[in-house]
């Protein structure tokens, strides 16, 4: 099984200033890695998917890097309603989730 | 739109089962890959179970293989999980997902809200 270890657990920022999120796989998953964003009591948001492409929709301050082992999601100036959890998950050997951090406001 | 709205969670007493619903609209039931994910709490997301498009093959997290059932119903566009001999490990919130096609294959691009299940006696 393929571990996801995301960090940091929690991102504490102010609306405006970069977020960079990490995802480490515990082997390769090639590109095969999306993220996911998540509110209270609403459904997950797929965001970008192999690696670096945004879903429809997205607004280009999301990006997403990496291949391999090592993946960074980036926010490039939060906007208030981009504070919430984000997820990673990797298709390349069944398919598993990281353990998520949380961008709070500072 | 797209939606999926999950329902039947509850509090149920280990070793007894439970069922779940995932009613879809706003796409073509029967040509989209549909999967359950649940989410523990204080945990990551977990895969439980899929039901593939078109012949319909399903299946199976390890930590529910023989225990839960997932079919889809296209006469009411509704999907199910069947759990059984549940155990406090499965307390989680359960969403239905949709799995994209193409590039988005084995992604989920859409997703309900969840409904909780809780295992406790």
């Known amino acids: 099984e393929v571990v996801l270890t995301q960090s940091p657990a929690t991102l504490s920022l102010s609306p405006g200033e970069r977020a960079t999120l990490s995802c480490r796989a515990s082997q390769s998953v090639s590109n095969f890695l999306a993220w996911y964003q998540h509110k209270p009591g609403q459904a997950p948001r797929l965001l970008i998917y192999?690696?670096?492409n945004r879903a429809t929709g997205i607004p280009d301050r999301f990006s997403g890097s990496g291949s391999g082992t090592d993946f960074t999601l980036t926010i490039s100036s939060l906007e208030p309603e981009d504070f919430a959890v984000y997820y990673c998950q990797q298709r390349s050997n069944l398919l598993t989730f990281g353990g998520g951090t949380k961008v709070e406001i500072k | 739109q797209v939606q999926l709205v999950e329902s039947g969670g509850g509090v149920v007493q280990p070793g007894r089962s439970l069922r779940l619903s995932c009613a879809v609209s706003?796409?073509?039931?029967?040509?989209?890959?549909l999967h359950w994910v649940r989410q523990a709490p204080g945990k990551g997301p977990e895969w439980v179970a899929a039901?593939?498009?078109?012949?319909?093959?399903?299946y199976y997290a390890d930590s529910v293989r023989g225990r839960f059932t997932i079919s889809r119903d296209a006469s009411n566009n509704t999907l199910y999980l069947q759990m059984s001999r549940l155990t406090t490990e499965d307390t989680a919130v359960y969403f239905c997902?949709?799995?994209?096609?193409?590039?988005?294959?084995?992604?989920?691009?859409?997703w309900g809200r969840g409904t909780l299940v809780i295992v406790s006696s």
């Open positions: 997902a949709r799995e994209g096609r193409g590039r988005l294959q084995d992604y989920f691009d859409y």
């Open positions: 706003g796409f073509s039931f029967s040509g989209f890959g």
């Open positions: 039901t593939s498009y078109g012949v319909g093959n399903d």
């Open positions: 192999d690696a670096s």
